[in-house]
């Protein structure tokens, strides 16, 4: 059986006449001097930040068409908001005094995120309505917690598939995490959209010395993304021995950074030099990493790909799915680190399997008897010892009323009314996705009247 770790709380429901918790923006700051001061010196880091009110900030999805070559700004458009004056999300920041409060990424943080990629849904979230905006939760400060106290440690101590319901906030928890860990000088590779691997979109080949399927163009992509996110952390790690990759051999004492350019370089070598780049940081202490990975649940079940004999093929059967594999189950590990994944049930052409939820210990979507057929190997990597960490079903009547606040600022819900507030937080008992629906509903009840 896996283990369990539980992050924060599910709200409880709430009348809709409660004001057991203030719900206006005014309102839902800390009071006090003594608070303001420490908040405030989490504001802004010179130079590292979106700027000024207004630099930096992308403009609505309505504001500018393009016509002949132009850019032209339309009758209704309007100016992103000034969410200047709101906490960056630095590792300083995430401290009890923070929690249920509103905090931008830092601008670097926010390249780095898009470089890796982000899921469609936030994405969008992203691009509009001015700076990159989450809540900070107190899941976000129980799983940090988690990663800290990893950084000294094999990453087979740690590895972590978030679950929990549909819109409890699973893929931005994982996103601020990964924040954490650029800011705070991790290695990190973060995959968005696991399903993407698997979904035969991109090139594959046989390879009769591995016995499997090489992906060069996916090994090919993440080392490309690994070397331009993490250029001075690899910088600092070097190779223990000297390593060849195919005709060329780098010298012991070499840098990692090295050997992620020759693989991200030539395609031809990117199969064989993610593994070896894998090896290196399995062998080094000094700098921990972090591999996260979203929609994780999609390498345990079968892929779009296909044998030559017509077969589907499995993610254990491909050489970039099977690496990440071996790195949730143990088999490999970061010398220092952790592995966190995370289920997903947003892209439904990848449902979560029953396989994956049963050796997790989790409620299945079907019923489980024994004659239940399941893939020997999934159920094995699922029983490895993956730790479940479960999203709590809503947010806590603060975090949510920092949501909204957002919301509010941000244009998505133009009616700020306590009711409206109140109504979406008790009809979806605080899940963020289901609020969310709720308030633009509501926002559009109220332009249409």
């Not at 990190?188 to 591995?210: F, G, R």
């Not at 593994?275 to 979203?294: H, I, M, W």
């Amino acid at each position: 059986m896996s283990g369990l770790l539980t992050l924060g709380r599910a709200a409880a429901p709430i009348a809709s006449g409660s004001r057991a918790f203030s719900v206006s923006a005014v309102s839902c700051k800390v009071k006090g001097e003594k608070a303001k001061k420490a908040v405030s010196g989490m504001r802004k880091k010179q130079g590292t930040g979106f700027g000024a009110k207004g630099k930096g900030a992308a403009r609505g999805p309505a504001a500018l068409i393009k016509a002949g070559g132009l850019n032209l700004r339309t009758t209704l458009a309007k100016d992103a908001p000034d969410l200047t004056d709101l906490v960056q999300l630095y590792p300083e920041a995430l401290i009890p005094l923070n929690v249920g409060t509103a905090a931008t990424l830092p601008r670097t943080t926010y390249e780095h995120l898009k470089t890796f990629g982000l899921g469609k849904r936030i994405a969008s979230e992203f691009a509009h309505g001015g700076l990159p905006t989450s809540v900070i939760r107190q899941a976000t400060l129980d799983l940090v917690g988690t990663l800290n106290a990893a950084k000294g440690s094999s990453s087979k101590e740690t590895r972590l598939l978030l679950t929990g319901p549909r819109g409890a906030g699973k893929s931005m928890l994982m996103l601020q995490a990964v924040a954490y860990a650029l800011e705070a000088g991790w290695i990190v590779l973060y995959v968005p959209q696991a399903s993407k691997w698997l979904d035969s979109s991109t090139q594959y080949e046989y390879n009769e010395a591995d016995k499997s399927f090489h992906q060069t163009e996916v090994s090919q992509q993440l080392l490309t993304k690994l070397g331009a996110v993490n250029k001075a952390e690899l910088a600092k790690v070097t190779l223990p021995e000297a390593v060849k990759i195919g005709s060329q051999t780098l010298a012991a004492g070499s840098k990692l950074a090295d050997l992620v350019a020759l693989g991200a370089k030539e395609d031809a070598l990117a199969v064989p030099a993610l593994a070896a780049t894998v090896d290196v940081l399995s062998k080094q202490t000094e700098v921990p990493v972090l591999l996260a990975v979203d929609e994780m649940h999609a390498l345990f079940r079968t892929s779009e790909y296909r044998a030559p004999d017509y077969t589907r093929l499995e993610p254990y059967n491909l050489s970039a799915s099977s690496l990440v594999l071996d790195l949730l189950t143990g088999r490999k590990a970061f010398g220092a680190g952790a592995v966190l994944g995370a289920l997903s049930g947003s892209n439904t052409d990848w449902p979560v399997s029953d396989t994956l939820l049963h050796g997790l210990g989790q409620p299945t979507a079907h019923p489980v008897h024994p004659y239940t057929k399941h893939d020997e190997v999934h159920l094995a990597n699922a029983q490895s010892g993956i730790k479940t960490v479960e999203v709590p079903l809503g947010m806590s009547g603060k975090e949510a009323a920092a949501m909204f606040e957002v919301w509010t600022r941000k244009g998505w819900a133009t009616n700020p009314a306590d009711d409206i507030f109140l109504g979406g937080l008790n009809a979806a008992s605080g899940n963020p996705g289901e609020m969310a629906r709720g308030w633009l509903q509501s926002h559009q009840a109220y332009v249409q009247i």
